[in-house]
């Protein structure tokens, strides 16, 4: 998300993860945080998650939920989307992993320990 743009920027996975299988990651981006842009990693359990319906949860829904919680910390903005899967799931135990990392960046000046 943009320095006070609050737009969402969906960058799709390069390869599988790493050390699955023995696997190394696919092509590598670059990309340029500023301070209050967030990085937010979903597992693929939260996506394909489904209802009573099987229905999936979704990319589309995961957008959503990070959209309406722009404006909050990035501790209830994870709330939100694993509240929002909740909603949708109606409780059904989760098969896969439903693992999700928020981060925020506090300032674009690196700091190095002293020694």
Known sequence: MGLGKKEL??????GDAIGLNGSKPGA???RI??????????????VR???LEDEL????RVMQALRNSTS?????MRNELLFQLE?????????????II????KERVLKLAKS
């Open 87 to 99: 909603q949708f799931t109606g409780g059904i135990e989760a098969k896969r992993d439903r693992s």
């Open 33 to 46: 945080l500023n301070s209050r842009d967030r990085l937010i990693v979903c597992s693929p359990g939260i």
């Open 28 to 30: 590598m981006e670059k």
């Open 49 to 51: 998650a489904m209802n």
């Open 102 to 105: 928020v981060a925020e960046v």
């Open 57 to 60: 949860f979704g990319q589309h």
């Open 9 to 14: 920027l969906y960058l799709p996975k390069t």
């Open 72 to 76: 909050k910390s990035v501790h209830e």
